[in-house]
C-alpha cells in the first residue's frame, strides 16, 4: 500500500475498437482534504491549547513534529522509507475537563487515507468527512496487452477536459495563459535585463556601506526601483566611512515614505528628495534606544491582558517605529485605567494561545481569520476586554485552522515549485492558506496541460488576472 494507492482491474469486455477500459481506483487525500479531515484531532491536541500545562504541551508539540514529518513522507511518496512509529498526545479528560488523558497513535500505514482514519479513531474522533471523500476513479483505453502495472509503476495520461471545479470566473486559466502568453514572455525578457542592473547596484551598495540587504517595498515598479538605488549609489560614493557607520548590519528598504520602521529597519521614501534621506541617516542612532523599549512595552501589553501574544504582523514595513510605541502607550494607559474590569472579565484565565495586534490608530475591532484580535489604539479598555471575552474561541478556533492550513500550504508549495517548475509562486494578503492549498492542489492536478503554459514564471495567487510590467502573473485562486 502507498499514498496513493490504485487498485486497478480489467473489464471483461472488449470495446468495439479491440480495447480494454483501465480502471484506476486511487485511495488518495490532498492535502486540502488531509487539513479538513484531521482538524478535529488538532482541536483536542493542540499545544497551543496547553498554555499553562508545560509537560503536556511540550509532548503535544514534539508528537505532532513526528506527525507533520510521517504524513509530509506519505504525501511525496516517500511511504516506503517509513517505518511503523508510536505517537502519544494529552488530551483533556471528557469526564473532568481539569485532568488528562494520553493517547497512544500507532501509526504503520502507507496510505494516507488509512493513516488519517487511523488517527482519528485513536482518539474516538468521527470518520464522518473522510467518509464522504470517495475513492475516485479515471478510466483509460488500453490495448489488451496492456501490462499490469504494480504499486511502483502508476501509469500517467493526459486528461483533455476542463477541471470539475467550476469557480466564478469568466474564462479558463488555460486560455488565458495562452493569450496572454507572448506578453508574458515579452515582459519576462525585459525584466531579465532589468533585475540584472538592479542585482549589480544592490551588491554594490552592500559592499560599499555594509548593510545586510536591499529591499524594494513599494507599489511602483522596477524603473522607479533603479532610480533609487542609483541615487543613493552616488549619495554614498561621496562619504562611505560615515555612512558604512550608521547602516552597518542594518536594512536598508526603499519604500512610500522615510523613516525608521518597528523592525528598526531604515526605510527611505521613493517620492522624498536626498534631504530628507540624509536627515533620516544623520539620525537613525537616535532609534536605537525606541526600537529596544518597543519589546518591553509589548510584554507589558501582554501582562495587562493575561499573557495575550502580541504580534506584529508580517506586512508591517512602513509602520514606523515612533508611531508605533505611540500606539503601544494609548494602549497602555487605558488598560492600566481599567484593570479592575480585567479582573472581573478574565479572572485568572490564561490567554498565552491567543494573539494580538495593535492594529492603527482608530477604527473597527476585528477578528483575522488567522485568528488575531486587530485592535485600534484608541478604542477603550472596556469595549476591547468585551470584544476579547466574546471571542475567545472563535479566535482560537481561527488560530488553529490557520496553522494547520498554513503547515499543508507550505507543503503544497514546495510540490508546486518542484513540479511547475516556476521561477516563484506567492499569495496574495487578501488569499488563505486554505484558499492558496485549493489552488495549488488543482495546479498540481491540470499539471500537464498547464507546465507549458506556466514554466520559469512569477506566479501569484490573488482574486484576479493580470500581468505585470515586470512578468509576474497573477491568477485567481478559482479560476476554472
Given at each position: 500500500m502507498?499514498?496513493?494507492?490504485?487498485?486497478?482491474?480489467?473489464?471483461?469486455?472488449?470495446?468495439?475498437?479491440?480495447?480494454e477500459?483501465?480502471?484506476?481506483?486511487?485511495?488518495?487525500?490532498?492535502?486540502?482534504?488531509?487539513?479538513?479531515a484531521?482538524?478535529?484531532?488538532?482541536?483536542?491536541?493542540?499545544?497551543?491549547l496547553?498554555g499553562?500545562?508545560?509537560?503536556?504541551r511540550?509532548?503535544?508539540?514534539?508528537?505532532?513534529?513526528?506527525?507533520?514529518?510521517?504524513?509530509?513522507?506519505?504525501?511525496?511518496?516517500?511511504?516506503?522509507?517509513?517505518?511503523?512509529?508510536?505517537?502519544?498526545?494529552?488530551?483533556r479528560?471528557?469526564?473532568?475537563?481539569?485532568?488528562?488523558?494520553?493517547?497512544?497513535?500507532?501509526?504503520?500505514?502507507?496510505?494516507i487515507?488509512?493513516?488519517?482514519?487511523?488517527?482519528?479513531?485513536?482518539?474516538?474522533?468521527?470518520?464522518?468527512?473522510?467518509n464522504?471523500?470517495?475513492?475516485?476513479?479515471k478510466?483509460?483505453?488500453?490495448?489488451?496487452?496492456?501490462?499490469?502495472?504494480?504499486?511502483?509503476?502508476?501509469?500517467?495520461?493526459?486528461?483533455?477536459?476542463?477541471?470539475?471545479?467550476?469557480?466564478?470566473?469568466?474564462?479558463?486559466?488555460?486560455?488565458?495563459?495562452?493569450?496572454?502568453?507572448?506578453?508574458?514572455?515579452?515582459?519576462?525578457?525585459?525584466?531579465?535585463?532589468?533585475?540584472?542592473?538592479?542585482?549589480?547596484?544592490?551588491?554594490?551598495?552592500?559592499?560599499?556601506?555594509?548593510?545586510?540587504?536591499?529591499?524594494?517595498?513599494?507599489?511602483?515598479?522596477?524603473?522607479?526601483?533603479?532610480?533609487?538605488?542609483?541615487?543613493?549609489?552616488?549619495?554614498?560614493?561621496?562619504?562611505?566611512?560615515?555612512m558604512?557607520?550608521?547602516?552597518?548590519?542594518?536594512?536598508?528598504?526603499?519604500?512610500?515614505?522615510?523613516?525608521?520602521?518597528?523592525?528598526?529597519?531604515?526605510?527611505l521614501?521613493?517620492?522624498?528628495?536626498?534631504?530628507?534621506?540624509?536627515n533620516?541617516?544623520?539620525?537613525v542612532?537616535?532609534?536605537?534606544?525606541?526600537?529596544?523599549?518597543?519589546p518591553?512595552?509589548?510584554?507589558?501589553?501582554?501582562?495587562?491582558?493575561?499573557?495575550?501574544q502580541?504580534?506584529?504582523?508580517q506586512?508591517?514595513?512602513?509602520?514606523?517605529?515612533?508611531?508605533?510605541?505611540?500606539?503601544?502607550?494609548?494602549?497602555?494607559?487605558?488598560?492600566?485605567?481599567?484593570?479592575?474590569v480585567?479582573?472581573?472579565?478574565?479572572?485568572?484565565?490564561?490567554?498565552?494561545?491567543?494573539?494580538?495586534?495593535?492594529?492603527?490608530?482608530?477604527?473597527?475591532?476585528a477578528?483575522?481569520?488567522?485568528?488575531?484580535?486587530?485592535?485600534?489604539?484608541?478604542?477603550?479598555?472596556?469595549?476591547?476586554?468585551?470584544?476579547?471575552?466574546?471571542?475567545i474561541?472563535?479566535?482560537?478556533?481561527?488560530?488553529?485552522?490557520?496553522?494547520?492550513?498554513?503547515?499543508?500550504?507550505?507543503?503544497?508549495?514546495?510540490?508546486?515549485?518542484?513540479v511547475?517548475?516556476?521561477?516563484?509562486?506567492?499569495?496574495d494578503?487578501?488569499?488563505?492558506?486554505?484558499?492558496?492549498?485549493?489552488?495549488?492542489?488543482?495546479?498540481?492536478?491540470?499539471?500537464?496541460?498547464?507546465n507549458?503554459?506556466?514554466?520559469?514564471t512569477?506566479l501569484?495567487v490573488?482574486?484576479?488576472y493580470?500581468?505585470?510590467?515586470d512578468?509576474?502573473?497573477?491568477?485567481?485562486?478559482?479560476?476554472?
Open positions: 502507498y499514498m496513493i494507492r490504485a487498485l486497478r482491474y480489467r473489464c471483461s469486455q472488449q470495446t468495439s475498437f479491440g480495447h477500459v483501465l480502471a484506476v481506483f486511487k485511495r488518495y487525500l490532498n492535502s486540502s482534504e488531509t487539513a479538513t484531521l482538524r478535529p484531532f488538532y482541536f483536542i491536541v493542540h499545544p497551543d496547553f499553562r500545562h508545560p509537560k503536556e511540550l509532548v503535544n508539540e514534539h508528537s505532532l513534529k513526528i506527525l507533520h514529518e510521517y504524513v509530509a513522507n506519505l504525501k511525496t511518496q516517500q511511504s516506503y522509507t517509513r517505518k511503523p512509529i508510536d505517537l502519544v498526545f494529552y488530551i479528560d471528557p469526564n473532568n475537563q481539569k485532568s488528562f488523558k494520553d493517547i497512544k497513535i500507532s501509526l504503520q500505514s502507507t496510505d487515507r488509512k493513516t488519517v482514519s487511523t488517527i482519528l479513531q485513536s482518539c474516538g474522533l468521527p470518520l464522518d468527512y473522510i464522504t471523500v470517495p475513492v475516485q476513479q478510466t483509460r483505453r488500453t490495448n489488451p496487452a496492456a501490462k499490469w502495472y504494480t504499486n511502483y509503476d502508476v501509469p500517467e495520461w493526459n486528461s483533455r477536459t476542463e477541471p470539475k471545479y467550476k469557480a466564478p470566473a469568466q474564462r479558463s486559466l488555460r486560455k488565458w495563459l495562452e493569450e496572454n502568453y507572448e506578453r508574458v514572455q515579452r515582459y519576462q525578457e525585459a525584466s531579465r535585463q532589468t533585475q540584472s542592473e538592479i542585482d549589480s547596484l544592490c551588491e554594490r551598495i552592500v559592499a560599499r556601506v555594509g548593510v545586510q540587504s536591499v529591499r524594494w517595498e513599494n507599489i511602483w515598479g522596477n524603473r522607479h526601483y533603479i532610480a533609487c538605488l542609483r541615487t543613493f549609489s552616488q549619495l554614498s560614493e561621496g562619504q562611505p566611512a560615515r558604512r557607520n550608521t547602516l552597518q548590519g542594518r536594512t536598508l528598504i526603499f519604500g512610500n515614505e522615510t523613516g525608521v520602521n518597528l523592525h528598526g529597519e531604515i526605510v521614501g521613493s517620492e522624498d528628495v536626498t534631504t530628507e534621506w540624509i533620516l541617516l544623520k539620525s542612532h537616535a532609534y536605537d534606544p525606541m526600537i529596544e523599549r518597543l518591553r512595552m509589548e510584554q507589558e501589553l501582554s501582562r495587562l491582558l493575561n499573557n495575550i502580541i504580534m506584529r504582523r506586512k508591517r514595513e512602513f509602520v514606523m517605529a515612533q508611531n508605533y510605541e505611540v500606539l503601544l502607550n494609548k494602549m497602555l494607559n487605558s488598560l492600566r485605567r481599567c484593570q479592575h480585567v479582573v472581573k472579565e478574565l479572572g485568572d484565565q490564561d490567554l498565552s494561545h491567543l494573539n494580538l495586534v495593535v492594529e492603527c490608530e482608530s477604527g473597527p475591532l477578528l483575522s481569520n488567522c485568528g488575531q484580535f486587530l485592535i485600534p489604539a484608541s478604542i477603550p479598555g472596556t469595549i476591547m476586554l468585551k470584544f476579547i471575552v466574546e471571542n474561541e472563535r479566535a482560537a478556533t481561527f488560530l488553529i485552522d490557520a496553522k494547520l492550513h498554513t503547515f499543508y500550504m507550505d507543503q503544497i508549495l514546495d510540490q508546486c515549485n518542484n511547475l517548475n516556476v521561477s516563484s509562486l506567492q499569495r494578503d487578501a488569499i488563505t492558506p486554505q484558499q492558496m492549498t485549493k489552488c495549488c492542489q488543482r495546479l498540481l492536478d491540470n499539471q500537464q496541460l498547464l507549458p503554459l506556466l514554466q520559469g512569477r501569484k490573488s482574486t484576479y493580470t500581468v505585470m510590467k512578468g509576474e502573473i497573477t491568477i485567481p485562486w478559482n479560476w476554472i
